[in-house]
């Protein structure tokens, strides 16, 4: 018996012509002006807020600035506040994220379908997102939530305060009907994305509408869910309309997340050099979603390529 040894898959890679990466440097010269501008616009004003956040620095004390260290990160993540306020932001960020998702998911299935007014239901659909987010905020708050003459209490009755009664709720709310549509179009592009001669094949197999969604369906949208939660993440963990607006905030501390309670430790405590370490703990914590984020997309390129 003999056996045939498989030779490793040996790519030789082509030899480089000279003046091949001056060509290189050609083709990319004239996007230098735009990397030039984007590492003044946002890394020079990061650098000077780890700087920042390296100082005790009150502005009621203009002429008193001491280097600390790590000091004001120690603080930010020992104080009850700004502990409260990190709890908060996970809760507000991953209930508008989950709700807006699965009705997202839900308008993605009713949209895939063919009927009369498709159109004009997707562009309906789609206003939402288009609204500016302090719009929203305060549509919500006196056009829906006011218990004088809001919409759901004129609908249902009573004088229910939706705001004071159910804060959390009602930001999470306003929230989930901003960013719906923005999930509803990534999973219409991964439902129309899927091959219909394949959902075709199984329904000739005897497969009915139940088995064709949660064998085939939902496995192929996977990666559309993880982009669109992890985009999602990294917009919503930054949401400072939609507290500012409607709630302040409260009741108490109810719904103060990080971006609000940064605020207010710059603008009402004027802890500047606080302020700066709990601003740079927010960029870290969005950087790691948003690689998660980069690696979800880099893997559906590679897939369409493929494909």
């Known amino acids: 018996m003999t056996t045939t040894a498989t030779r490793p898959d040996v790519r030789i890679q082509p030899p480089v012509r000279p003046g091949q990466s001056k060509e290189r440097w050609i083709r990319r010269a004239p996007l230098l002006p735009a990397l030039i501008f984007a590492i003044v616009i946002t890394q020079i004003p ?14 009621l004390k203009p002429g008193k600035r001491e280097f600390i260290g790590l000091e004001n990160y120690a603080t930010v993540l020992t104080d009850e506040r700004l502990r409260a306020a990190l709890v908060n932001t996970v809760i ?5 994220v989950i709700f ?14 063919k009927f009369v007014g498709r159109p004009i239901v997707r562009t309906l659909l789609i206003t939402p997102f288009l609204v500016m987010p302090i719009a929203a905020a ?17 609908l249902f009755g009573g004088s229910t305060d939706w705001i004071s009664s159910y804060p959390k709720a009602a930001v999470i709310t306003t929230l989930v009907w901003q960013w719906t549509p923005f999930m509803m179009l990534i999973l219409l592009a991964g439902l129309q994305s899927q091959s219909s001669e394949v959902l075709e094949a199984a329904r000739v197999d005897g497969a009915n509408a139940w088995q064709i969604f949660r ?3 939902l496995p192929h949208l996977r990666q559309y869910l993880e982009l669109g939660g992890l985009l999602g993440s990294i917009y919503l963990v930054n949401t400072f309309d939609a507290v500012f607006s409607i709630t302040q905030g409260g009741p108490g501390t109810a719904t103060t997340n990080l971006p609000y309670e ?31 984020a980069l690696r979800v997309i880099s893997s559906l390129f590679r897939m369409e390529a493929k494909s």
């Open 262 to 292: 940064i605020y207010l430790t710059t603008f009402r405590k004027f802890e500047y050099g606080e302020a700066s370490a709990a601003g740079v703990i927010v960029v870290l914590l969005t950087i790691i979603v948003a690689t998660f």
């Open 100 to 113: 807006s998702m699965i009705l997202g998911l839900v308008l993605a299935l009713l949209l895939d379908r």
């Open 215 to 217: 064998r085939m369906t």
């Open 92 to 96: 507000l960020t991953a209930g508008a």
């Open 46 to 59: 990061f650098l000077y807020t780890l700087y920042l956040s390296t100082l005790s620095w009150n502005a």
């Open 138 to 154: 305060l549509l919500w708050k006196h056009a829906i939530f006011n218990p004088a003459y809001g919409l759901i209490n004129g």
